[in-house]
């Protein structure tokens, strides 16, 4: 069965620190690979994705992503964090073989310390 | 112009009632979903419809029912709400499994 997992419930960085948001996925191909914000209170913003091409990718406000196929990860990094980016981050898959069906991660909570 | 909405953004309501949420998503996409986020921030799915087929997580109770009138909507109606329904609902829509854009949530509560 399709699983994603996010390894870090709760990561706490300083401002201005790098940051690495781990996301591992188990399916027999390549699915389609997302990344996705939700700030308090409101709905899910897409910040990358990965479909083919490039394992590295760039999404908005800063962030990338690179997606390893030996090792089934598709991490998200920031080379300096802002108190802004503190949010909730998912990892998705998307997956087209019975339907159209996406598997999210359980989510990895975001503090940022001044 | 928002790209999808849902109605209302807030539900309280008593054990026991029938409810319904509003989802419409004008970005002419051909699938949409159901989701409940609980407490901890877990995104579980509930629904995938598309105009072929419904997809539905086995583990959502037969209580939970979506209805589409049209391509554009995707309407969540609960039938005799329990405690533990009390949850964030967001309704989301995409091209097959392309990007999923969100609503953005109904917070339901149930007393």
């Known amino acids: 069965a399709q699983s994603v997992t996010q390894p870090d419930i709760h990561i706490t960085v300083s401002e201005g620190a790098s940051l690495e948001l781990r996301c591992n996925y188990s399916y027999g191909a390549t699915p389609y690979l997302f990344w996705y914000v939700q700030s308090p209170g409101q709905g899910l913003q897409l910040l990358l994705k990965?479909?083919?091409?490039?394992?590295l990718v760039q999404g908005i406000k800063g962030f990338e992503a690179e997606f390893k196929r030996s090792q089934s990860s598709f991490n998200l990094r920031k080379p300096s964090v802002h108190w802004s980016d503190a949010a909730e981050y998912f990892c998705?898959?998307?997956?087209?073989?019975?339907?159209?069906?996406?598997?999210f991660g359980t989510g990895t909570s975001l503090t940022v310390i001044p | 112009d928002t790209a999808v909405s849902q109605t209302p953004k807030y539900l309280v309501t008593q054990m026991g009632n029938d409810k319904s949420i509003k989802c419409e998503q004008n970005l002419g996409h051909d699938t949409m979903y159901w989701y409940k986020q609980d407490s901890k921030k877990f995104l579980k799915i509930m629904f995938s419809?598309?105009?072929?087929?419904?997809?539905i997580n086995e583990t959502v109770p037969n209580r939970f029912s979506p209805k589409s009138p049209d391509k554009a909507h995707l309407n969540l109606h609960i039938n005799s709400l329990e405690l533990g329904d009390s949850a964030v609902y967001f309704c989301?829509?995409?091209?097959?499994?392309?990007?999923?854009?969100f609503g953005p949530g109904t917070r339901l509560t149930v007393l």
């Open positions: 989301a829509s995409s091209f097959s499994t392309d990007t999923q854009y």
């Open positions: 998705a898959v998307g997956v087209s073989n019975t339907g159209n069906q996406f598997y």
């Open positions: 990965y479909f083919s091409g490039d394992t």
């Open positions: 419809y598309n105009n072929k087929e419904l997809i």
